[in-house]
């Protein structure tokens, strides 16, 4: 079977290009690993049309359902490789293999680590990188988040449902990449220390955490370290077709076109500035769009 569009990743922007190309009639496939992608994590969204509030992952899981009851096939999968055949192309993934006239790339990003020493060690034993998904472990604790974006503070103030005190750990002065809203909720909850222009250098303890070592030379007792210092685009497949990247996003036209014929992106991993839920939507619709324009005059 050959598909009109394939389309890498089960975040918004995949899922929301899978609404429209079912909508433009497209034999379309979906594949990820997981539904959902970083915003599956998110413990709050405030800012999506038509929901005053709701979690990442129940957003996300609409979305699923939503293009799931539109007969698109969904795959839950781990692409591993893609090849251009003539005109088409071709997508390895862990359990087989599938040809689609266009791709559309929503691979989104993946969280950055620290590269500490004992980092590996201690995933799980107390260093953590999802508070929507371990918030509840740590119930009367003292945990500290590392990061000074939209994604730390909220992971702080999810904490403060849960753990006794919660330390906010941020390299630089003051925070200049977070929503003035979460500067506000963190300033204002008496469970949150910010401490400014630190840096944690030492992950300290026997088999689980028990203190982090700043580098200022402090050391704190913590329970847990939630690391929210962004994340990486995942860009590794569409470069085995020749993508091209600008700096480390894939770079897309207004059309949400690469420089590769037949090949779109849309998301996290474009190289447009904002990202949010709500672009990510918006991209993968153009990208349908553009697939769809594509497919029609061939």
Do not use: H
Not at 191 to 220: C, P, T, Y
């Amino acid at each position: 079977m050959t598909y009109d569009v394939i389309i890498i990743g089960a975040g918004p922007a995949g899922f929301s290009a899978a609404v429209y190309c079912s909508r433009y009639k497209l034999k379309t496939l979906v594949i990820g690993e997981l539904p959902g992608g970083l915003a599956g994590e998110a413990s709050e969204v405030w800012n999506f049309p038509s929901y005053e509030k709701i979690s990442g992952f129940e957003l996300v899981n609409k979305m699923f359902n939503q293009v799931k009851n539109l007969g698109v096939e969904i795959k839950m999968e781990i692409a591993e490789d893609i090849v251009k055949e003539k005109k088409n192309f071709k997508v390895v993934t862990n359990k087989g293999e599938y040809i689609g006239k266009k791709i559309i790339f929503a691979t989104g990003s993946k969280r950055k680590k620290l590269g500490l020493a004992r980092e590996e060690e201690l995933t799980g034993k107390g260093v953590a990188y999802c508070a929507t998904c371990d918030a509840g472990f740590y119930q009367d604790k003292i945990v500290g988040v590392i990061g000074g974006g939209n994604s730390a503070l909220s992971a702080a103030v999810l904490l403060t449902k849960y753990a006794e005190k919660v330390y906010v750990f941020y390299r630089k002065g003051s925070f200049c990449k977070a929503e003035p809203s979460w500067i506000e909720d963190v300033k204002k909850n008496e469970k949150i220390e910010v401490i400014f222009s630190v840096n944690v250098v030492k992950l300290l303890g026997k088999e689980n955490l028990e203190k982090v070592e700043l580098d200022n030379g402090k050391k704190i007792k913590l329970d847990g370290l939630f690391i929210e210092v962004g994340s990486i685009p995942q860009t590794k497949l569409a470069e085995k077709i020749g993508v091209k990247l600008d700096c480390e996003n894939i770079e897309v036209d207004k059309e949400m076109k690469t420089n590769v014929d037949g090949v779109f992106a849309a998301g996290d991993v474009t190289n447009n500035p904002l990202k949010q839920i709500i672009t990510a939507c918006g991209e993968g619709a153009v990208a349908a769009y553009s697939a769809y324009g594509e497919i029609s005059k061939e």
